[in-house]
């Protein structure tokens, strides 16, 4: 009986070694921005290795659009507080569905000029991680609904986009 | 106390008053034969008891090494692609903060 227990513990043991030396081995850290690196595009860095350059190029690229989509933002806001001020002062049902169609068509501006700019970026990544990129971030951003409030399940990356806040 | 081991009385006392009649048990050279047998078989060492119990400690010991080893490796996955996903929609957030998850 006590050799079995013996067994037992001997046994347990190997499996919580066996265990624990896979998990380490295999587990990946979640990995850290650099100083001065924008936190935001670690996931492009760690995802598609790409050289220092590439994510220079796609920094600009990523800060440039940002002024796009503040753009897009405020053409969106403006165009839904002319609505609400349409429906408030009991206007001409013509004139509120002209004003809500140009919500949607600002909204599909906005998804379209979101998607060109995914495009360009996998442009630079290139080759068969550039269509890789694409087939993760594309059906994403397909859920995306632009009326939405800001998502802030993490603490950090709604930051550079305050005024959407607004929508 | 009679201290007399050689008293001539207590033979044929004996025999005259202590009549030991024990009842038959067919079972008894079977049971000794087991007790023996048993006693030979089980190790008194822990090599000895693995050398008899070999197969199926190996056989125990893989199963249990190849489970926890699995297991292991699916925590750390599983984990690494959470990791990933947050770096993702921190990455789309950081494009459009207005998506809805």
């Known amino acids: 009986m006590k050799f079995r227990w013996i067994a037992a513990v001997l046994i ?3 499996g919580l070694v066996a265990g624990g030396s896979t998990y380490l ?4 850290p979640m990995p850290v921005a650099a ?3 924008n936190a935001d595009l670690l996931w492009l860095r760690c995802e598609f290795a790409l050289p220092a350059e590439k994510m220079a190029n796609i920094a600009q690229m990523h800060a440039a659009f ?3 989509c503040d753009e897009h933002c405020r053409q969106i806001r403006d165009a839904r507080t002319e609505v609400k001020k349409l429906r408030g002062a009991a206007a001409e049902h013509c004139d509120i569905v002209t004003a809500e169609a140009k919500v949607v068509e ?3 501006i906005c998804v379209s000029s979101l998607e060109a700019h995914l495009r360009e970026i996998a442009g630079v990544i290139g080759g068969a991680e550039g269509q890789r990129y694409l087939a993760i971030v594309l059906p994403r951003i397909a859920h995306f609904d632009h009326a939405g409030a800001p998502n802030l399940d993490l603490d950090t990356k709604a930051q550079t986009h305050d005024h959407h806040a607004h929508h | 106390m009679n201290p007399n081991q050689n008293d001539a009385e207590l033979g044929p006392l004996l025999r005259e008053n202590f009549r030991v009649t024990p009842g038959k048990n067919p079972a008894f050279r079977t049971a000794v034969w087991a007790r023996i047998e048993s006693s030979r078989r089980s190790p008194t060492t822990w090599g000895g008891w693995l050398r008899l119990n070999a197969t199926r400690f190996a056989l125990l010991a ?3 090494v190849t489970i926890a080893g699995a297991g292991g490796g699916w925590i750390a996955s599983a984990q690494a692609e959470q990791n990933r996903e947050q770096l993702v929609q921190r990455y789309l957030a950081s494009i459009s903060p207005h998506q809805k998850n």
């Open chain 1, 12 to 14: 347990v043991t190997l």
């Open chain 1, 25 to 28: 081995c295999l587990r990946e």
């Open chain 1, 35 to 37: 100083a001065g690196e």
């Open chain 1, 66 to 68: 940002q002024g796009v």
């Open chain 1, 106 to 108: 600002l909204d599909r």
């Open chain 2, 62 to 64: 893989v199963a249990v």
